[in-house]
């Protein structure tokens, strides 16, 4: 588990604890409008863009059975987020190191949700007809 005052190294940028908790106490807000009419026990997710950690977190404490998977380009969040999720956490998680643009690994039809928190932005294009 992940100390105050520890320093992470994430995007090529130090990020200390401190702050990060801080700021996770209004992206639950969020989290919580975004997701609040879905029922996420037991589900398939696929976190695309984990980034900072935030959604990975809010999903892996409310999705029961279910499983996360967590997709990152950046080796320094995904690590990160293994020391946030705690032992209590962690089983719940599955961190991958890939690029967005090149997801072989995803089956079709395997995963029932996909969550793009702060990440949808960063993509250059969608499949025709997509979101």
Same mark, same amino acid.
Request: a negative charge; one cysteine or more; aromatic letters at 16%.
């Given at each position: 588990m992940a100390v105050m005052g520890e320093e992470f190294a994430v995007y090529g940028r130090k990020v200390d604890l401190k702050p990060w908790?801080? +700021? @996770?106490?209004? @992206? !639950?807000s969020t989290l919580n409008r975004v997701f609040s009419k879905i029922q996420l026990e037991g589900l398939r997710v696929l976190d695309a863009g984990t980034g900072m950690g935030y959604s990975a977190k809010y999903l892996a404490q409310r999705i029961g059975s279910g499983v996360l998977v967590t997709v990152d380009i950046d080796p320094g969040s995904l690590d990160m987020l293994r020391k946030l999720a705690g032992v209590e956490l962690i089983d719940k998680l599955i961190f991958?190191?890939?690029?967005? +643009?090149?997801?072989? #690994?995803?089956?079709?039809?395997? #995963?029932? !949700?996909?969550? !793009?928190?702060?990440?949808?932005h960063t993509i250059e294009s969608t499949t025709p007809g997509g979101v």
């Open positions: 908790l801080e +700021r @996770e106490k209004l @992206e !639950l991958i190191k890939a690029d967005l +643009r090149n997801l072989d #690994f995803v089956k079709a039809d395997y #995963f029932d !949700l996909v969550c !793009l928190y702060y990440t949808i």
